[in-house]
C-alpha cells in the first residue's frame, strides 16, 4: 500500500462527508502534492551540473580588472549568473528529492519527522517554480535572493529531522536501503544548499561593496568560497565552541593543541569544514573527558602543584583552552594533562602538494570492536538515550553516557544544519564523511581500544580542479 492510495483513500472519505476536519484537510494537501504533475515533469529533467568555476564566477573575462565602476558591473553579472542558473536548476534537484521521499515505505513516509523533511521540500519547490523565470535586473535578482534566503533558513532543522525519523523508523527498513537513500539525500542537499547560498552570499557581498565609498578587494571570498582559509583558526574556533559544551556537561574539558604546519592556507567552503571540525572534536573531546572519569585522571576539585602548564612556552597563540604550538616550540610541553587530569587532544596540520591533512588525535579510550564496524551507518550512536530511565546514566560500563545536556545543547547550537554537532542521533560521522568527500577528499579513522582515536581529514586544494568539480 503506497501513501498515495492511502491518501486518495481519506480524501474520498471527507468528500462524501460533506466536511473535512484540519487533520483531512492536511493528508488532502499531502494527496495533491503526489499527484502535482509539475513535481513528475521537473523530475524527469537531467540535471545540469555545473563546475566550481563557474558558480564562482571566474569563467568571465575581465576578472582581473580593479576599476571600481567596471568590477560592480561584473560582480552584478556574476551574480545574475548564478541566480539564473539557480531559478533553472534547483526545482528539478528539488523535485528529485521529492520523488525520492515518495518511494520510501508507507510507515516511513508518514512518520512526522519524514513528512516535515517532505514538505519543506515541497513548499520550497511551489515556492521557486512561481517565481519570475526571468531574473533581468538588480531589482530581480534581489527578490529571488530574498526568496532563497528564507528557503534555506526554514530547511536548518532538516538534518535533525531526518536523524530523528530514521532513528524511529530504522525497523522498518534494511540497513542497505537507508543509507542508500540518506547518502543520496545528504549529497543532493549539498548541491542545492551550496548553489542557493552562492547566489545568496554573492548578492550580500555586492551590496556591501556598493555601499562602501573605498573600493575594498575581496577576492579571498567569493560567495560561500574562501580563497584564504586557514585552517587553524578555524580549528581553534570550533575547539572553543566545543569545549564550552563540554563545561556546560561535565564542569570540564581537555587543553585543545593545533600543531603542524599552523600557517596553511587553501581553498574551501568554511562552512562544511566547520561542521566537519565541530563534529570530529565533539567526539574527541567527550570521549576524551569520559575515559579520565572511568580511569579515575579526572577530578572536579584537583590538586595539583600549582604551576602554570601553559605559560613554559614563548611563541603560542593560547586562549580559552585552546593552543596554536609553532613548528619551532617545544611540542612535549603542551602533551601534558591540565589541571583536570585530561590529556590534550592534539590537532595537526600538514599541506601536501594537492592535499591538506589534518590529525585529530584523542585519548579517549578507542572505539570497541563490536561497535567499529557500525560507526559509519546512520542511527548509530553510542551516546544513551536520555529518556531512558532504566538505565543509570552515571553508570561507567559505557564511555559514552553522561550526555544528555551535551546533546541538547549541540541540537541547540546547530547553525544551518551545518555548523554544529550533532550528539546521540548517529548522524555525525557518516555526514562528517560525505562533506569531505564532496570536493574530492575524505575521513579515515584508526582506533586503538582502550587507548584513543586517529582520525584523518583529508581535503582536497579544490583551487587546483576549479574544472572538474561538479556541484
Known amino acids: 500500500m503506497t501513501l498515495r492510495s492511502a491518501g486518495s483513500s481519506l480524501a474520498i472519505t471527507a468528500t462524501k462527508r460533506g466536511f473535512i476536519t484540519n487533520t483531512e484537510q492536511k493528508e488532502a494537501e499531502d494527496v495533491v502534492s503526489f499527484y502535482d504533475d509539475r513535481v513528475t515533469q521537473y523530475a524527469s529533467q537531467e540535471i545540469q551540473t555545473v563546475t566550481l568555476k563557474t558558480l564562482l564566477g571566474l569563467g568571465r573575462s575581465g576578472s582581473s580588472n580593479h576599476d571600481q565602476q567596471q568590477g560592480a558591473a561584473r560582480d552584478l553579472a556574476v551574480n545574475l ?79 535533525p529531522m531526518l536523524s530523528q525519523g530514521f532513528l524511529e523508523c530504522k525497523k522498518y527498513m534494511a540497513r542497505e536501503d537507508i543509507k542508500r537513500f540518506l547518502d543520496d539525500m545528504i549529497r543532493a542537499r549539498i548541491g542545492i544548499r551550496l548553489i542557493a547560498e552562492q547566489a545568496i552570499s554573492l548578492r550580500e557581498q555586492r551590496h556591501e561593496h556598493e555601499k562602501s565609498s573605498v573600493d575594498t578587494p575581496h577576492d579571498d571570498i567569493v560567495g560561500v568560497v574562501h580563497t584564504e582559509l586557514r585552517p587553524a583558526d578555524l580549528i581553534k574556533t570550533c575547539a572553543s565552541f566545543v569545549q564550552e559544551l563540554c563545561d556546560v556537561n561535565y564542569g570540564s574539558s581537555p587543553e585543545v593543541v593545533i600543531n603542524g604546519q599552523t600557517d596553511t592556507t587553501f581553498t574551501y567552503v568554511p562552512v562544511h569544514l566547520e561542521y566537519i571540525l565541530c563534529e570530529l572534536l565533539k567526539n574527541s573531546v567527550r570521549a576524551t573527558v569520559e575515559q579520565s572519569q572511568k580511569m579515575g585522571r579526572s577530578a572536579l576539585n584537583p590538586h595539583g602543584d600549582g604551576s602554570d602548564r601553559r605559560s613554559s612556552s614563548t611563541n603560542r597563540e593560547s586562549g580559552n583552552g585552546v593552543v596554536i604550538v609553532n613548528q619551532d616550540d617545544d611540542q612535549d610541553v603542551t602533551k601534558r594533562p591540565n589541571d583536570f587530569g585530561h590529556p590534550p587532544v592534539e590537532v595537526t596540520i600538514a599541506q601536501g602538494e594537492h592535499e591538506v591533512t589534518i590529525r585529530i588525535r584523542d585519548h579517549g579510550g578507542g572505539i570497541s570492536r563490536e561497535d567499529f564496524d557500525a560507526i559509519f551507518d546512520y542511527s548509530f550512536t553510542t551516546v544513551k538515550n536520555e529518556n531512558d530511565s532504566s538505565k543509570d546514566l552515571s553508570s561507567n560500563d559505557s564511555p559514552y553516557g553522561v550526555d544528555s545536556i551535551f546533546k541538547g545543547v549541540s541540537r541547540l547550537a546547530m547553525q544551518a544544519g551545518l555548523g554544529g554537532p550533532i550528539a546521540g542521533l548517529g548522524f555525525g560521522l557518516p555526514l562528517t564523511r560525505i562533506y569531505a568527500q564532496y570536493f574530492g577528499g575524505d ?16 581535503l582536497k586544494q579544490i583551487d587546483e580542479s576549479l574544472d572538474d568539480l561538479q556541484i
Open 443 to 458: 575521513m579515515h579513522l584508526i582506533s586503538l581500544q582502550g587507548y584513543g582515536c586517529d582520525v584523518f581529514l583529508k
Open 81 to 159: 549568473d548564478v541566480a539564473r542558473y539557480a531559478r533553472k536548476e534547483l526545482p528539478v534537484r528539488l523535485a528529485r528529492l521529492i520523488k525520492a521521499t515518495q518511494k520510501l515505505p508507507f510507515i516511513v513516509g508518514t512518520n512526522p519527522y519524514i513528512k516535515r523533511v517532505y514538505k519543506l521540500y515541497y513548499d520550497s519547490f511551489q515556492s521557486i517554480t512561481a517565481s519570475p523565470e526571468e531574473i533581468r535586473d538588480k531589482d530581480d535578482l534581489d527578490r529571488f535572493a530574498a526568496l532563497l534566503k528564507g528557503l534555506v533558513e526554514s530547511h536548518a532543522d532538516v538534518v
